[in-house]
Nanobody, 119 residues
Framework: QAQVVESGGGLVQPGGSLRLSCAAS????????VSWWRQRPGKEREMVAR????????IHADSVQGRFTASKDDAKNIVNLQMNNLKPEDTAVYYC????????????WGQGTQVTVSS
């Protein structure tokens, strides 16, 4: 079955870095809009980064601008989220979302990966 799976989460100290990966299974990400979302404790799920279908344009939320970088690797069929200078407020479950650009293929949410930033 088609799905996306996030990985790379974990516990990191403030100021540290993590790289999350979103791997597609059962389909290719070539023609999908892929975005990264997070849900912080007690808050609504929010978009933190969004890649164009081609993967050459990335938009990042103001809260992570300059610290997070989303990128797409078509050869490996994955999307990455490099997170630097992590802050405690970055603690959240991070999700990958793939939106079909063809109008008929399905859209897929990943299961989420926990990122905890704490001393």
């Amino acid at each position: 079955q088609a799905q996306v799976v996030e990985s790379g989460g974990g516990l990191v100290q403030p100021g540290g870095s993590l790289r999350l990966s979103c791997a597609a299974s059962g389909f290719t990400l070539t023609r999908y809009l892929v975005s990264w979302w997070r849900q912080r404790p007690g808050k609504e799920r929010e978009m933190v980064a969004r890649l164009s279908v081609s993967g050459d344009v990335a938009i990042h939320a103001d809260s992570v601008q300059g610290r997070f970088t989303a990128s797409k690797d078509d050869a490996k069929n994955i999307v990455n989220l490099q997170m630097n200078n992590l802050k405690p407020e970055d603690t959240a479950v991070y999700y990958c979302y793939a939106e079909s650009s063809d109008g008929y293929s399905g859209n897929y949410w990943g299961q989420g990966t926990q990122v905890t930033v704490s001393s």
